[in-house]
């Protein structure tokens, strides 16, 4: 299995852009989960789906967040608009079955905001 | 507030020493994990405890968990300097949280092994 895959790895973008990242779970896996992780704030749940349901976005830290699941091989994560203070690291991460099963984590998209 | 809090938040040891890190959590759990993770990549799982387990190998791996004091520890031995990565709790509710059912990360020990 590939993992949990990520896109894009890195990105950089001005303030007031646009961003979308992109998650592909484990197949078979039915939690998806995205993460925000600062040296200030350590790891942040943002969100998590249940057989793409969303369950949980008291994570979500504004309306500039949001985050779907259209099927169970693809979820996004966007910021619209963009600030400073959205530079981190962005992890995608999925488990099996009970939402609280071992996660398996993708590699991380980190977001810089200028 | 952080579930888990790992201590300490930084240890540094020489390479074949044994490394021991801890962690406290608040309420009540159904298991608690440890993942680690290297500099500039995703996390990854280590070992899972349950409520009912006291101690658990998995490798060089041991993990002890007193659910009287809400704690546990993660011991690495024979480390090695691979080994230098952050290492993370994370707490599951159970079904006490039913229907909302997450784990709760810690804050991470930075562990460095000096070759």
């Known amino acids: 299995d590939a993992g949990v895959i990520q896109s894009p790895r890195h990105e950089v973008t001005e303030m007031g852009q646009e961003v979308t990242l992109r998650c592909k779970p484990i197949s078979g896996h039915n939690s998806l989960f995205w993460y925000r992780q600062t040296m200030m704030r350590g790891l942040e749940l943002l969100i998590y789906?249940?057989?793409?349901?969303?369950?949980?976005d008291s994570g979500m830290p504004e309306d500039r967040f949001s985050a779907k699941m259209p099927n169970a091989s693809f979820s996004t994560l966007k910021i619209q608009p963009s600030e400073p203070r959205d530079s981190a690291v962005y992890f995608c991460a999925s488990s099996l079955r009970r939402s609280t099963y071992e996660q398996y984590f993708g590699p991380g998209t980190r977001l810089t905001v200028t | 507030s952080q579930q888990g809090e790992e201590d300490p938040q930084a240890l540094s040891i020489q390479e074949g020493e044994n490394a021991t890190m801890n962690c406290s959590y608040k309420t009540s759990i159904n298991n608690l994990q440890w993942y680690r993770q290297n500099s500039g990549r995703g996390l990854v799982h280590l070992i899972l405890?349950?409520?009912?387990?006291r101690e658990k190998h998995s490798g060089r791996l041991r993990v002890t968990l007193d659910t009287s004091k809400k704690s546990s520890s993660l011991l690495i031995t024979a480390s090695r300097a691979a080994d230098t990565a952050s290492y993370f709790c994370a707490t599951d509710p159970g079904i006490s949280n039913f229907g909302n059912e997450k784990l709760t990360f810690g804050t991470g020990t930075r562990l460095t092994i000096i070759p």
């Open positions: 405890i349950r409520s009912n387990e």
């Open positions: 789906f249940n057989n793409n349901v969303p369950i949980d």
